[in-house]
């Protein structure tokens, strides 16, 4: 397993951008397809956009859909969540997760590793 750690959350205008990072200690992370999932208040967990372990693959929740860019930085052990044109629906805990999954299993799949979270609060 690896170790998460989030960053980069924090209140914005609607229309803004934030940029979330995760960084990753442990072995073998470029092993491993990433993603990033939020959780509203009273709300459960969901998939947000995942990455697979080359970058050759990205998936998105089509509520975040061009609006959202997920990518990762192997050499550095770290996974990105640019986040442009937030809406205060977006208001939530983000989580990143990592897990042994193939590319087809990246919305679906189990992820093994979490980190703690950081909130990103979107207002009016």
């Known amino acids: 397993q690896v170790q998460l750690v989030e960053s980069g959350g924090g209140l914005v205008q609607a229309g803004g951008s934030l940029r979330l990072s995760c960084a990753a200690s442990?072995?073998?992370?470029?092993?491993?397809?990433l993603a990033w999932f939020r959780q509203a208040p009273g709300k459960e967990r969901v998939f947000v956009a995942g990455?697979?372990?080359?970058?050759?693959?990205?998936y998105y929740a089509d509520s975040v859909e061009g609006r959202f860019t997920i990518s990762r930085d192997n050499a550095r052990n770290v996974v990105y969540l640019q986040m442009d044109s937030l809406k205060p629906e977006d208001t939530a805990v983000y989580f990143c997760?990592?897990?042994?999954?193939?590319?087809?299993?990246?919305?679906?799949?189990?992820?093994?590793?979490w980190g703690q979270g950081t909130q990103v609060t979107v207002s009016s």
């Open positions: 997760a990592a897990g042994l999954l193939p590319p087809t299993k990246l919305v679906e799949g189990r992820y093994d590793s």
């Open positions: 990455i697979s372990w080359n970058a050759g693959r990205h």
């Open positions: 442990g072995r073998y992370f470029y092993n491993y397809s």
